[in-house]
């Protein structure tokens, strides 16, 4: 009998590791999923390793009870890449491991509870017994419904669980637990062949030919006709189910299951294209990630491909991935959100037809299933999609490529393990030895400093092809297009107070006029960020967060509404202020809605549309919209961020942003970063064709260093300002930053907690002599109330701010987020 060492499926200390026995009948090698006893539960593990004998000789481990079929799920590489992810974001081993499992793979024994529903106390009905906590457990189960243990426990905050076992123990509460059902599978469809000899077959048609079962006839004659098996929902649907029947009984067809895949690319047309010829700066950087690729000096090569918007990165990609598919090695590619993968798919399909596996979380489970296990075995040597992504089974990977690596949405930050996909793809690349681009026109400056410092090799490209080939004489002397920014306050004090500025409307008369499309961004959904009186000053806002309803006009299928972006809490307009009862209601703070609006009303020829979250919500979605907007008549985009990345559409000579402030004004030290990134990323748009581009940035602060060096697309000036600010501050990438969040229903508990926990971190820096980590806060998280629960934060700043973690947890409910790509 062997032993194992087995990452189990529970919250207990995140690096710790069960040892079990596995019986003789069994084989349980390092990869593979298996279920375990656990107390008196059954629960699910990942095998990290093979004992020669158990730790402890006197005890003898429990057997495992079975092994999954189809594993190892994850190779050795990928394990190390788990044991890192559990360390680094602090979670546990088997969490980690979930991130490279196939999607449906992953089972629990899940709670329920409900209210007891025989032989309830009246007293207890009544509360008189029930401290305040348990009561509100009653509240939450006053319907007699089965809910989710879980859920109910999250809504207590700190102590929930316990809370709810105790009126277990009690009686009150009933308890049951369910098996979920997998949430993904494999897919089969009955096929039909014909068995019987041609001659029967034919004698067959003739014989029931202009009878009553002629169908019988049309369906044979139409399996003679075909040399591969029919989808039998298919022959039904034809021939009828009576038909189909006859010729399986009779044994004329045989039946016979078989596996379809569901590819999200069926529909996607792709026509072969060829390597373009490489400009000199384009060369150099393919010559020396191709020299990595073939290298075998370790560590692998590094390197932080920096070039302006249209520079041609994606170029320099795929001449890479081709050098290194011809090695007989594999890549790896990731782009920030599924709105970007459309135009990088088409170049990647276009340039590797049948190769490519698309893996993002805008398809659907049955999908990711099937490109999951395609990419498993080798079915595809290139892997296209989002964050996740860097979690596939790739084997003899060569190359990773992370496009647009400044984007804050490669952090996964709403769920554990908070993983950030740039770190992970620098960890896999060193223990599969495979060469690491990272690609961007404004690299973060976390990232730029590390090549400063020789951590990645810096390739630039500072040049649009065209400045090279030349382009028309209106368009701008460098290839880029030429920017004006408008001060909106000289706009008001002129006395224009529309959304659109004067110079922002010519520009767009003179492009369209030309027959050229626009581009307009503004990161805001809906018509008004908010609603506000203009007698009583009064905003509405959401019930369960501190948080201003955004409005959304009517459309086709619902009517007019005010909305939360946090928690999706919805409620009528209305013209009358609920406060005062006035009727002198104003909409402020444009959104895309409302942008359409004011375009339509100026250009109503024009054909505008609008992508953002509300109008696609799912990758063909964002297909659909980028080919119409492409390929068909409308002349102008209004977008969120969706607009501002990847998009590569020669006829766009005009885009304007709308309000560049918006981001500026969010309380974290990153919001000039990312405001020079989004405002330099959708200047890009424009100007990528023979007719040159123009932009025009509206603004409050039209003096902000962020406003002014993302007008003049120049990233080395914003760069200079920012790493003195954040080098005077000590602020990354001079420091790291871990922040810890705590959420609960009561508003007094969530505050001693969070002031309680600062407290007890500073005693213990004091204490270990951690004099290098600072404790800040806590501090109210922004905003303080969402879904009813009360948020806090403490930020933990210095070289190693973990050590202090390591020392003092901060306890049951808290969230902790390492390198967080936001404080807010």
């Known amino acids: ?198 001659d029967e077959a034919t004698a067959l048609v003739s014989e029931y030919t202009d009878t009553r079962s002629h169908r019988r006839a049309d369906l044979v004659s139409h399996l003679l006709s075909k040399q591969e098996p029919q989808p039998r929902p298919e022959l039904t649907s034809r021939f009828g189910q009576a038909a189909v029947k006859w010729a399986i009984e009779s044994g004329v067809a045989t039946l016979e299951k078989k596996q379809v895949l569901r590819d999200p690319l069926s529909d996607y047309v792709v026509q072969q294209q060829f390597p373009l010829d490489p400009t000199p700066a384009q060369a150099g950087a393919i010559k020396a990630i191709t020299d990595s690729i073939d290298s075998e000096v370790s560590p692998p090569g590094r390197f932080l491909l920096y070039g302006v918007t249209g520079s041609g990165k994606t170029e320099v990609y795929l001449q890479a991935a081709d050098h290194c598919l011809r090695r007989g090695k594999k890549v790896l590619v990731l782009v920030p959100e599924i709105a970007l993968t459309p135009q990088t798919l088409q170049r990647f399909a276009s340039r590797f037809p049948g190769r490519v596996a698309l893996l993002h979380s805008g398809l659907s489970e049955g999908e990711r299933f099937d490109q999951w296990w395609g990419t498993r075995k080798g079915r595809y040597d290139v892997v296209l999609g989002s964050r996740g992504a860097v979690f596939a089974p790739i084997s003899d990977l060569g190359l990773i490529v992370i496009d647009e690596e400044h984007e804050w949405t490669y952090k996964q930050h709403d769920q554990a393990p908070r993983y950030h996909a740039r770190a992970a793809a620098e960890f896999l690349a060193l223990e599969t030895g495979a060469s690491l681009v990272l690609g961007s026109a404004t690299p973060s400056v976390t990232s730029y400093r590390r090549a400063e410092k020789g951590e990645f090799r810096l390739l630039r490209l500072p040049d649009r092809p065209g400045q090279i080939t030349g382009l028309s004489e209106d368009s701008a002397s460098d290839g880029r297009a030429d920017v004006s920014v ?106 895309t809605e409302r942008v359409v609006e004011v375009v339509n009303e100026h250009f109503p020829r024009a054909g505008t549309m609008r992508w953002d979250s509300d109008t696609a919500r799912s990758f063909r979605d964002h297909m659909d919209l980028l080919k119409r907007f492409t390929e068909g008549t409308p002349k102008v985009l209004v977008g969120t961020q969706m607009v501002a990345k990847g998009l590569d559409i020669p006829d766009v000579t005009l885009v304007g942003v709308v309000a560049a402030d918006i981001g500026l004004a969010v309380p974290d030290f990153l919001a000039a970063e990312r405001s020079f990134q989004v405002l330099a990323q959708v200047a890009g748009r424009a100007g990528r064709g023979p007719a040159g581009g123009h932009v025009v940035i509206q603004t409050m602060q039209p003096d902000h260093y962020a406003i002014q060096a993302a007008a003049a697309q120049d990233y080395d000036r914003f760069y200079q300002q920012e790493i003195e600010i954040r080098a005077r501050h000590d602020l990354p990438p001079f420091s790291r ?66 050590q202090l973690l390591d020392e003092e947890p901060p306890g049951e409910g808290w969230t902790i987020d390492v390198d967080p790509a936001s404080l807010t």
Request: positive net charge; proline residues 6%.
């Open 1 to 198: 009998m062997s032993h194992i060492e087995v990452a189990v499926d529970f919250p207990d200390d995140r690096l710790r590791t069960f040892t079990y026995s596995v019986p003789d009948r069994m084989t349980a090698i390092p990869g593979d999923l298996v279920w375990v006893p656990f107390g008196t539960r059954l629960l699910q593990g990942v095998v990290f390793g093979a004992l020669a004998s158990p730790p402890d000789a006197d005890v003898e481990p429990k057997e495992i009870s079975s092994v999954v079929e189809g594993g190892p799920f994850l190779d050795l590489p990928h394990l190390h890449l788990a044991r890192w992810i559990a360390s680094h974001y602090r979670t546990t081993l088997f969490i980690a491991c979930t991130l490279m499992l196939p999607p449906g793979s992953r089972q629990r024994l899940r709670a329920w509870v409900r209210r007891e529903q025989d032989n309830f106390p009246a007293d207890i009905t009544l509360g008189r017994e029930l401290k305040t906590h348990e009561q509100r457990v009653l509240d939450t189960l006053a319907d007699g419904a089965w809910h989710r243990k879980d859920r109910v426990a999250r809504r207590l905050g700190r102590g929930g669980n316990s809370t709810v076992d105790r009126l277990v123990r009690r009686g009150i509460v009933e308890s049951r637990h369910q098996w979920e059902e997998p949430r993904a599978r494999a897919a089969f469809v009955n096929f039909i062949s014909l068995s019987a000899p041609t």
């Open 486 to 591: 408008v001060d909106l306050k000289q706009e008001l004090r002129d006395g224009h107070t529309e959304i659109l500025s004067r110079p922002l409307l010519a520009a767009m008369r003179k492009t369209l006029s030309s027959g050229h499309k626009a581009i307009l961004y503004v990161n805001r959904r809906g018509t008004a960020g908010f609603v506000q009186c203009t007698v009583c000053g009064n905003m509405r806002r959401c019930r369960r967060c501190d948080n201003t309803l955004t409005h959304h006009a009517a459309t086709d299928r619902r009517p007019a509404r005010l909305e939360c972006h946090f928690c999706g809490y919805r409620v009528r307009t209305s013209r009358a202020c609920p406060t005062c009862g006035g009727n002198s209601v104003k909409r402020t703070g444009p959104g």
């Open 737 to 802: 930053l871990v922040v810890l969040r705590y959420a609960g229903l009561d508003a007094v508990e969530a505050h001693e907690n969070a002031y309680a926990t600062a407290d007890r971190l500073n005693r213990r820096r004091e204490a270990s002599g951690l004099t290098g980590v600072e404790v800040i806060g806590p501090t109210p998280a922004v905003p303080f109330r969402v879904r009813e629960m009360f948020r806090w934060q403490i930020a933990l700043k210095g070289s190693a701010p973990g």
